[in-house]
């Protein structure tokens, strides 16, 4: 059985990992040579914690005034693009109560398989990507956002999600050199963390080991379809047009860049590109111990052994290579008012000098494209008009969290196996 797979992100290469396992031929088509996507510069979270799909009443009602901010951190590009607009209706309609009652079971338990098997990467020494379950604190500042989040706790522990809820002083203890200004935090015990640039540097040498063929630098261009089935997939590289014929399932891995795709097979799938911004420190001291996210900021933080990432943001717009100073300045701003000991690591200091940074921007910065959907669930299962096509996409700020779950399923899928977890919210037919 063949598979052809388009995108050589997290999506896609874990799609290639469990199809490879269940004995499918497998190739992926990526336009770029796999040193960077959006999979490689995140913040290297796996977060059962969030299981609150992005689109949620809050962040509609708050988006909008975030909107007329260039520093906020949920911004929206304004522009009377009609894709922008059909998913902006969309992404407010979802927002509400019940579609983030009704996904948070199927979400948490994809989270938690996803997270499992991830880990299982790392614990067959076949990889090392530095996976921790060192949790992951949200910390607050105000009194309004602690009872955001200790509503959140709870439904997380309803979800059977260990938390912990701590005070300004635990806060204080377990970050000594760092000492939080915070009013508390709550430690989302199950979530892990791992480097992303490493894991995504190993996973697509160990597929090739496997038999997998991966050909670089091949932007896909189009399909040939006989009634609903894609008998081929064309694209293009530097020796000029191809095409691979006969796959018995196509899987759409593309990122942002999906929906251009799904429309060359005569599908419509509403997705955004999300920018966000990372900037990462190297550093002799670790300062910070436990991954956290500064909530009112909307900024993460990821210690590794010898490094430190600061990132976050998140910019609906078009899919360019603009850097926003006033966004990565807000990132730099707000990080060390949760965390003054930011500012005696000479790393920081030197990183936080705008002047110079600006000097620095493409250097200094790192930017990704989440694929964002216009619920906030991801898009994991059979497109609508076309019988072949597998949709792996649609993970926004989860494609990390999500990414071998989403593989573990799309194999099972094409091979018409029982399914893992449920998918029925996943399904990329409700667009
Ligand atoms: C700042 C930031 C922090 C984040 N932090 C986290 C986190 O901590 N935890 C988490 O779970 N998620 C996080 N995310 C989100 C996560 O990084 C994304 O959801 C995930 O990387 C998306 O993976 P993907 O495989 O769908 O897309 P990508 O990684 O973008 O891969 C898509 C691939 O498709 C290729 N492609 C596109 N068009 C074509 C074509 N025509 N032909 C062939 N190939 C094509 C692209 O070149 C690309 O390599 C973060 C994102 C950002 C920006």
């Known amino acids: 059985m063949k598979a052809t797979i388009i995108g050589g992100g997290i999506a896609g290469l874990s799609s290639a990992w469990f199809l490879a396992a269940d004995g499918w031929e497998v190739t992926v088509l990526e336009k770029g040579d796999l040193s960077d996507n959006c999979s490689f510069g995140n913040m290297g979270y796996l977060s059962p914690s969030h299981f609150v799909p992005l689109a949620q009443p809050g962040i509609v009602s708050q988006g909008f005034w975030w909107m007329f901010d260039v520093k906020s951190p949920f911004y929206v590009r304004p522009s009377l693009h009609p894709d922008l607009l059909r998913w902006g209706w969309k992404f407010m309609r979802a927002g509400t109560q019940s579609h983030v009652d009704r996904s948070a079971r199927p979400l948490t338990e994809l989270l938690l398989l996803s997270k499992q098997l991830t880990a299982d990467w790392q614990h067959s020494g076949q990889m090392s990507f ?70 995504m540097r190993q996973l697509p040498l160990l597929l090739e080991q496997r038999g997998v063929r991966i050909i ?13 089935t894609i008998r081929s997939v064309r694209y293009r590289d530097a020796q000029g047009e191809h095409q691979i014929t006969d796959s018995d399932v196509v899987v759409l891995a593309a990122g942002s860049w999906s929906p251009q795709i799904a429309k060359m097979a005569g599908e419509y799938l ?33 210690p590794w052994r010898t490094q430190l990432r600061i ?21 730099l701003e707000a990080a060390p008012k949760f965390l003054p000991g930011l500012v005696e690591d000479p790393a920081f200091r030197q990183l936080a000098d705008l002047e110079a940074l600006k000097r620095y921007l493409r250097e200094k910065v790192w930017f990704g494209f989440r694929p964002v959907s216009a619920d906030g669930l991801p898009y994991i299962g059979f497109a609508k008009k076309t019988d072949n096509l597998l949709m792996a996409t649609g993970h926004a700020m989860l494609g990390l969290s999500l990414g071998a779950g989403t593989g573990k399923l799309i194999a099972e899928m094409a091979g018409g196996k029982p399914l893992s977890v449920g998918v029925e919210a996943f399904d990329p037919r409700r667009c």
């Open 130 to 199: 530095e996976y921790t379950e060192h949790g992951c604190i949200m910390y607050y500042q105000t009194a309004h956002t602690e009872r955001e989040e200790l509503e959140n706790a709870r439904v997380a522990t309803d979800l059977g999600l260990k938390t912990e809820i701590i005070d300004r002083e635990q806060a204080q203890r377990i970050e000594p050199d760092m000492r939080p200004d915070v009013r508390g935090g709550v430690w989302f015990k199950d979530d892990a963390h791992l480097h992303p640039n490493s894991l």
């Open 216 to 228: 670089r630098q091949a932007q896909v261009t189009g399909f040939s379809k006989e009634n609903k």
């Open 270 to 302: 509403p997705l955004m590109p999300g920018k966000g911004y990372s900037m990462t420190i190297d550093t002799d001291r670790q300062r910070l111990r436990i991954p956290c996210i500064l909530l009112e900021a909307k900024v993460a933080l990821t």
């Open 311 to 331: 990132g976050s943001t998140m910019e609906i717009g078009p899919i360019n290579d603009r850097i926003l100073f006033p966004r990565v300045q807000g990132i």
